[in-house]
């Protein structure tokens, strides 16, 4: 019987899963592989908070293996060097993985398929697993992406996508092959104290929870900070815990406008992917430049320590920080307010944003973060590049009663109603209550005055 290797990389779960069943088609036996890459350590991105997901979703899949009777083969290195050797050593003829976007992922694919067809072996990549519809599938006339995301939609709505698959009901892994134990979450100093569970049984509850009460309401409340009633299974995704094919087929399914709003969002996911594919140096350069003169680590330090610490003196923004640092997870209108705040309103670099919230995000993804980032500090995709968010307006908007402000900054926890967003308005003995709080670091008109002058230069 012969042998194939399965490589997980952003796809850790059993349902719906193309690789795994091509690599057991024909019962074959399989080694279902993960590899502790050192490259991305390298990278910079084995942040605390992700590896201790990781951890649950390798855990979590090595227990769903074993079910089956299989198991998950781990372990460390270089991702090309180990994939050879395993292979090797369970004389598989071919490897299977899922086609992925960065040029981290990219270059990865070509090593890899270079280095197994120097020893005999086939490297067979699968497009629908870590994204629904893959990069290049819809594209404009005169591109080979699409820059504006509403046209990109339409098309993206037309595709039919393929069907849903079902988790094996069992695995055969050959003997004999050597595994580290897969890691355990461990306490870590930058650990989120309140971070999510992961894994695949934790998403597909999730999921199911969501859709089964969450969703409905979607298109109505999905702006509002206090109610937290987005999906939150953007770690899901990017781990690949959850198929996002089988998440929009699901919320199809369930239909309505809360339903239709959310397989939107999900299509921003494929969107971002698709501009990274084609442009994979958007990671770190403008997509579009302004020609800005960021202000930086070194003539910024004060403003940035105080954005990343949530002492900006804006309680909306501050609010939001602190949610980051103990939940390693943000909602999404205050992603959009505190980017725009650091990389507007205070004129910084927006991969100094991109940066930390990359180093505390449990969903940090380079397409999604880098991508969304560029786009809000008007060097991306946005069609409206130079709007500013106003803190206080958005605020007003979604926070209208302030709870979400008082959740995350107790130093204001005792003022009452939208009042809480203005504290520097306040007088007599609602100002001493918060006296712990600190003053804005910028007058609003300051940094739009400023961010208008840069632009003008554009
Ligand atoms: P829901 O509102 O329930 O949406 C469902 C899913 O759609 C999400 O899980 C996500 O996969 C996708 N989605 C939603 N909004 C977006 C969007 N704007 N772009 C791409 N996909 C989207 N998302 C990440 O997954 N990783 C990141 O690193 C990331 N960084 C961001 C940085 C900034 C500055 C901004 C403005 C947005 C960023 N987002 C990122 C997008 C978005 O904020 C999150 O996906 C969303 O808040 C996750 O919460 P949710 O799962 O409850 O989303």
């Not at 991305?40 to 293996?65: E, I, K, M, S």
């Not at 899901?236 to 339903?259: C, D, M, N, Q």
């Not at 999900?266 to 140096?281: C, E, K, T």
């Not at 307010?337 to 944003?353: E, H, I, M, N």
Request: hydrophobic letters at 40%; proline letters at 6%.
């Amino acid at each position: 019987m012969s042998v194939s290797v399965v490589l997980f990389t952003a796809d850790l779960r059993l349902h719906d899963h193309p690789p795994l069943r091509a690599g057991l088609d024909g019962r074959r036996q399989v080694v279902p592989l993960f590899v502790r890459d050192r490259g991305v350590a390298a990278a910079g991105f084995a942040a605390p908070n992700r590896l201790a997901f990781l951890a649950d979703c390798l855990r979590d899949l090595d227990a769903g293996l074993r079910e089956r009777g299989g198991r998950l083969v781990v372990r460390s290195g270089d991702v090309v060097e180990e994939v050879c050797k395993v292979a090797a050593e369970a004389d598989a003829d071919e490897v299977h993985m899922a086609a992925d976007v960065s040029a981290y992922a990219q270059l990865r694919e070509r090593r890899l398929r270079r280095a197994l067809e120097a020893g005999g072996r086939r490297l067979h990549v699968h497009e629908t697993v870590t994204g629904a519809v893959p990069p290049g599938a819809v594209t404009p006339a005169s591109s080979d992406h699409f820059a504006v995301f509403t046209p990109y939609f339409r098309q993206w709505s037309g595709q039919r996508l393929r069907g849903v698959l079902d988790a094996p009901r069992s695995v055969r892994v050959p003997a004999g092959i050597g595994s580290e134990e897969p890691p355990r979450r461990a306490g870590s100093p930058g650990l989120s104290p309140e971070l999510a569970e992961g894994g695949e049984r934790a998403g597909r509850k999730r999921l199911t929870a969501w859709l089964r009460s969450g969703v409905t309401a979607y298109a109505d409340l999905h702006d509002d900070l206090a109610g937290d009633a987005t999906s939150r299974l953007s770690p899901h995704l990017h781990f690949g815990t959850l198929s996002p094919v089988e998440v929009i087929h699901r919320a199809r399914r369930v239909g309505g406008p809360g339903a239709e709003a959310f397989v939107r969002q999900v299509a921003w996911r494929d969107f971002h992917r698709q501009v990274l594919a084609a442009r994979p140096g958007a990671a770190d350069a403008d997509y579009r430049t302004k020609h800005d003169r960021w202000r930086s680590e070194r003539t910024a330090r004060d403003d940035i320590e105080a954005w990343r610490e949530g002492r900006t003196g804006y309680p909306v923004v501050d609010a939001a920080m602190r949610q980051l640092r103990q939940e390693g997870w943000m909602h999404n209108r205050a992603r959009l307010l505190t980017a725009s705040f650091l990389a507007k309103t205070l004129y910084v670099d927006w991969r100094v944003g991109a940066g930390h919230f990359l180093d505390l995000l449990v969903d940090g993804d380079v397409a999604n973060n880098q991508l969304n980032w560029q786009w809000v500090a008007g060097t991306g995709t946005d069609t409206r590049p130079n709007r500013v968010l106003n803190p206080v307006t958005q605020a007003k908007r979604h926070d209208p009663e302030g709870a979400y402000v008082r959740r995350w900054v107790p130093e204001l926890a005792d003022i009452a109603g939208a009042a809480v967003h203005e504290p520097w308005k306040l007088r007599g003995s609602d100002r001493a209550r918060c006296e712990a709080y600190p003053d804005p670091v910028i007058d609003l008109a300051d940094g739009l005055a400023r961010f208008k002058r840069a632009r003008s230069r554009d």
